[in-house]
């Protein structure tokens, strides 16, 4: 239980490396991953404001040619 | 042009795409415009880092995104009203909230705040940090959109941690 709740106040944060984010969006992970990508991506300004932009992209083969 | 040392910060960058065009998403909401917007964040990085050095990479790169992106929408009339937030500033400033995980109190304080909290940020967090759920799951479980079920999740967050600072 307190192993849990620790990770609301932490803001200690481990990288979700890009491959990772990518198989995220193209939804090729599964819940408990997904869980673990979106926990990850909460704890900086930065990762929590591409996750609000990357769900509003509509077309997700895209992701691959930039 | 391509000098070696461009090359290591075309590696380095890379990294950052999909970070960075989830930033320009978020803030120009228009995906054309935040690919192009990307590639000139890109180039601005190079310049730059030709001339200063920067010790903090990831924070570095995210302040220059969110200022080319409020460049852009002070371009166009009538979109200037976004704040920006000093990163830096922020994320240094939580180093000290962590010492608030080595305080055993802390955990008590943290059950008693989640019952304060209103019903949908409570239930979001529950099924969020407890149950261990994705989005997606508690979007489907509770009936909100995903957005919705992360901005729960964020404030939920947020205000736990007022609560607990005031304890």
Known sequence: ?66 | MLTDDNQWLGILLERYTLLLLGVCMKYLKNEELARDSVQQIFLKAITELQKYRVEYFKSWIYMVAKNHCLMQLRDKPGKNTIEVKDSIAAETDETDKESLLLNEKTYEYMGEALKELNADQQLCVTLFYMEKKSYQQIAEQTGYSMMQVKSHIQNGKRNMRILIEKK
């Not at chain 1, 490396?17 to 926990?39: A, C, F, I, M």
């Not at chain 1, 300004?45 to 691959?64: P, V």
């Open chain 1, 1 to 66: 239980m307190s192993d849990k709740l620790k990770d609301i106040l932490s803001h200690l944060s481990s990288e979700v490396d890009q491959e990772t984010l990518l198989k995220y969006l193209e939804g090729r992970l599964s819940d408990e991953q997904r869980h673990e990508v979106e926990k990850k991506m909460m704890t900086t300004d930065f990762t929590d404001d591409a996750m609000d932009g990357l769900q509003e992209i509509k077309n997700k083969e895209k992701y691959l040619h930039l």
